[in-house]
């Protein structure tokens, strides 16, 4: 074999082994649990060290997890990753995909076609056809009441059933929830549609980052449009109230969603915060309905006492999304998508940034813009702080020193005086240098003149 061929042969082999080395790692991420291995597998996970709290007992969910919200470590879990039907709280994946694009004071005239193909027995918040609603009620509509009417209008705002479907199924993939399958905006029972409580799990988890997601789930009433009085025919409203049990009654519960169908039994995703920490729990399937709410607060309760005492025994995922522009703070406002929207406030910022002075500019952390670097911009306040402070005390002391006594007009030292004017009044005044010397010389002269015009007025009328 000649010294080429055998080279040839050499590139081949490491090829050959380059190639099947890469598609057994593919095939081993393939087979990889989102989160982690333990995840996939079946019964409770729970890695506890010395003096770590037991769990509660007569756990009954089909599936359950509990995880630190800020950290992502699942602290136990069952079945996380096991396929169930989600009931309602599939909304909250409705809200993650939804909310960011519209402003919560728009108003939209909701049409019959809108509130037509509601499937049999699902939840309502009461929205009626040919009135107009703001956002914001809708979304209360969603959150409290779980209404479906609510979540059809807004899902036809968004260009449709299907348009929205596929987007929440786009939103699942990128926040790696893969055990989810959506065919219906609001949860209601279809065959295939499934979730898992780690899915479930990573959709609260991500729409507690939108202020808006956050307040509507923490709601726990308000009051609802109606529809028109007939004999006044002024918009009526009635209050409704969040059917999540625990909102007020679990210190520290800040939501999120609960949901029920004869299919799916209950489910339920909550949040809580307490000592500076936030947990997730999610539980679904449990043997009787009332049974959720109590599951879900022992586990609250176990996983606050469980704090320093377990080992993870799975992750939370980031989400693969780059974050939209305005979650943090609010909605987009209008039909826009969040990123456009907030790139446009992002570029009316700088133009405001750009006609201030480069001190008084916000620091720019990284990238480019107009303004200093963060210890620059904080020397330059300052410096300017103490300049202003110091030409401050200069103004005090030339306020407060002894007034010089008035000069004889003519003398150089008159001529000076006359010159400078100080004090509070520039050009000259009652708080002027000199001003109360020439007070003094008027008044002098005005009775000298009067003395003056007594003697003549005497003289003409002659001896008394």
């Not at 099947?20 to 990889?32: F, R, W, Y």
Request: hydrophobic share 45%; net charge positive; aromatic share 4%.
């Amino acid at each position: 074999m000649t010294r080429a061929a055998a080279g040839a042969a050499a590139s081949a082999l490491v090829l050959a082994v380059g190639a099947s080395t890469a598609l057994a790692a593919l095939a081993q991420d393939a087979a990889g649990v989102v989160g982690g291995e333990r995840l996939g597998r079946p019964d409770v996970q729970v890695a506890p060290l010395s003096g770590a709290p037991a769990l509660p007992p007569e756990l009954t969910g089909r599936s359950w997890l509990v995880a630190d919200a800020a950290t992502g470590e699942v602290l136990a879990a069952r079945n996380a990753h096991q396929p169930m039907p989600p009931a309602s709280t599939l909304k909250m994946l409705f809200a993650d995909t939804v909310l960011p694009k519209f402003d919560r004071a728009q108003e939209h005239q909701v049409t019959p076609a809108e509130l037509a193909n509601l499937g049999a027995g699902s939840s309502l918040v009461g929205v009626k056809e040919n009135l107009p609603y703001r956002v914001e009620d809708l979304w209360r509509g969603v959150f409290l009441s779980s209404g479906n009417d609510a979540v059809h209008v807004l899902a036809h705002m968004n260009g449709g059933l299907q348009q929205t479907v596929t987007e929440m199924q786009a939103r699942a993939r990128t926040l790696q929830a893969n055990d989810t399958r959506v065919l219906s905006p609001d949860g209601y029972d279809m065959d295939g549609q499934v979730s898992s409580a780690y899915d479930l799990t990573l959709f609260a988890r991500a729409g507690l980052r939108n202020a808006d997601f956050r307040s509507y789930c923490a709601t726990r009433t308000a009051h609802f449009p109606g529809g028109l009085d007939k004999l006044t025919g002024q918009r009526t409203s009635f209050d409704i109230a969040n059917t999540d049990r625990l909102l007020g009654k679990y210190p520290g519960l800040i939501g999120v969603k609960n949901g029920y169908t004869t299919n799916a039994g209950a489910t339920f995703t909550g949040a809580a915060e307490r000592g500076g920490r936030t947990l997730l729990v999610t539980v679904m399937h449990p043997e009787a309905q009332g049974k959720v709410y109590d599951e879900a607060a022992s586990l609250l309760d176990w996983g606050f006492a469980a704090a320093g005492k377990v080992q993870p025994v799975g992750q939370l995922v980031a989400d693969t999304a780059a974050p939209a522009a305005g979650a943090a703070t609010g909605p987009a406002a209008g039909p826009a998508t969040g990123a456009a929207t907030g790139q446009a406030a992002t570029a009316a910022e700088a133009a405001a940034d750009s006609q201030l002075p480069p001190w008084s500019r916000p620091p720019v952390l990284s990238g480019g813009g107009s303004g200093l670097a963060p210890a620059v911009w904080t020397a330059a306040v300052l410096g300017s702080a103490l300049t202003a402070l110091a030409a401050a005390r200069t103004v005090a002391r030339r306020r407060t020193a002894p007034v010089p006594a008035p000069a004889v007009a003519g003398s150089p030292a008159g001529r000076g005086a006359a010159a400078y004017r100080g004090g509070a009044t520039a050009l000259g005044g009652a708080t002027a240098v000199g001003g109360r010397g020439r007070r003094h010389l008027a008044r002098r002269a005005r009775a000298a003149l009067r003395s003056a015009r007594t003697r003549r007025s005497r003289a003409a009328s002659g001896p008394l």
